[in-house]
């Protein structure tokens, strides 16, 4: 672990340094002005949280320390954990040093399986993978430490130490859950030999080399790993970690925001959508077929899933990224030509759509990736967002290890009433006049 606690501790000084310059350079900054419209639209576009995990450009994507999606998606879920932490990419020993750390803690306890396997079997997978997380904070070294008196200095190893230990085990916990949920509840054991993405596939009990299904898991590992602070599951896994809560509590948390249907959830929504699609329309729907039915959800006050965003302003290059895999592995899939199908009527009746209140109208990373596993046999789409959640973990250790590192408080903002706000606004077209 000495290389990348070392890469870590660097990357936190340097940050660290660069914010204490600016803020003494500029101690009275103005970032941006809070709107009434920001109170009342979830406080969208609010400069509120620093975050050199990742960026999302409006205009095109996620950017993790410089890299564009094209840039990283051949990567795998180490490295790009690496990149996440650190801010560069692993050389060749860095990598080994970290996957072989990743390979020692890889076991899950038995008493979180014994658990998993005593809840009822309508329970969501999401809500097994939030609770098997939960369950395994008992192991948390942090907070072993912070009893017996840690120095704020060190909050960040500790975090990171558990990153590592949590991270470890989701594949194992992740698949476990799918085999408990829907197969035999079997546990299949890990190969050592395997990088994440490789055992998540083989304790699955999918073909690890069924056309391409492990390059699509370890793509999707890839992809969903981090999306700059303000998102629901971010943001929640950020102001749990800032009470100083441990990473598993903090993941834990996470995941019950990406559990939503506006959130991560929209994956399994989508696949919802194309398959009602299909029972309703056949396996081949025209596209004017799909233009009606779009038009009938939205008069049916719905949302069409995997489209919108609150920072995107174009097609997510998450999204092309899945399209590209789709192109090449598997052109033909039914659930494939209908997403394709989407996207050439979606954008369009939403640009027009409430007088043009949608303000993105272009598909984000879900309206594709769940189409996709469908097509390698992983049916149960409830599954979906669980295999979104293993990635977005990486990205809350990340992010939390170095708000640790760089001693952010506790997250507090400020709430305001009606009466509050009725005489802010009038003193202020008073003072107007
Ligand atoms: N279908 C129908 N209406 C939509 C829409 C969609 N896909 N996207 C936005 N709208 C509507 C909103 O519901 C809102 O209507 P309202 O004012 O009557 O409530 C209006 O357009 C304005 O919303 P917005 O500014 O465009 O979006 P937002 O920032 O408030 O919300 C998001 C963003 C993603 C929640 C929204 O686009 C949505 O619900 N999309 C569908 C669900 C989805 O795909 N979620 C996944 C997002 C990515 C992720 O987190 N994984």
């Given at each position: 672990m000495e290389k990348l606690l070392a890469k870590v501790d660097r990357r936190i000084k340097k940050l660290g340094d660069e914010l204490q310059q600016l803020y003494t350079e500029h101690p009275d900054a103005t970032i941006g002005e809070i709107t009434f419209q920001n109170l009342l639209s979830g406080?969208?576009?609010?400069?509120s949280l620093i975050c050199n995990t990742s960026f999302v450009d409006p205009y095109r994507g996620l950017f993790i320390s410089g890299l564009e999606v094209p840039d990283f998606e051949h990567k795998t879920p180490e490295e790009i954990f690496f990149l996440l932490v650190t801010g560069t990419l692993p050389s060749k020993s860095e990598l080994e040093e970290l996957s072989s750390e990743l390979k020692k803690r890889s076991k899950v306890p038995e008493y979180v399986w014994k658990m998993l396997r005593s809840l009822p079997k309508t329970i969501h997978p999401m809500t097994m993978f939030s609770l098997g997380i939960l369950a395994m904070e008992g192991e948390s070294v942090f907070k072993k430490k912070y009893e017996e008196g840690l120095h704020k200095d060190e909050y960040w190893k500790y975090t990171l130490e558990d990153s590592l230990n949590l991270i470890a085990k989701l594949p194992s916990l992740a698949a476990g859950i799918y085999r408990i949920l829907f197969m035999n509840g079997d546990i299949i054991d890990s190969d050592q030999q395997l990088d994440l993405a490789g055992n998540l596939t083989q304790r699955l009990g999918f073909n690890r080399h069924n056309q391409g299904f492990e390059e699509l898991n370890r793509l999707y590992l890839v992809l969903h790993c981090d999306h700059e602070g303000g998102n629901v599951s971010a943001f929640t896994s950020r102001v749990v970690n800032s009470a100083l809560s441990n990473i598993y509590y903090a993941a834990s948390a996470g995941l019950n925001g990406l559990a939503g249907p506006l959130h991560g959830l929209a994956n399994q929504e989508c696949l919802h959508f194309i398959t009602n699609i299909h029972d309703t329309l056949g396996n081949k729907p025209s596209v004017d077929e799909i233009r009606k039915y779009v038009m009938k959800t939205l008069d049916d006050g719905k949302v069409i899933p995997g489209y919108g965003h609150a920072v995107l302003r174009v097609t997510d290059p998450r999204f092309t990224a899945f399209m590209k895999f789709g192109d090449k592995h598997c052109p033909e899939s039914p659930y494939l030509q209908t997403v394709k199908k989407l996207y050439e009527v979606v954008p369009d009746i939403l640009k027009t759509y409430k007088g043009g209140k949608v303000s993105n109208p272009w598909p984000n990373v879900d309206a594709i990736s769940g189409s996709l596993l469908y097509h390698y046999g992983m049916t149960h789409y409830e599954y979906y967002t669980v295999m979104f959640g293993i990635s977005r973990v990486l990205g809350f250790c990340a992010q939390n290890t170095i708000a640790r590192g760089l001693h952010q408080p506790i997250i507090r903002p400020k709430s305001v009433t009606n009466s509050w706000l009725k005489e802010h606004l009038e003193s202020q077209t008073v003072a107007g006049h």
């Open positions: 406080m969208r576009g609010m400069k």
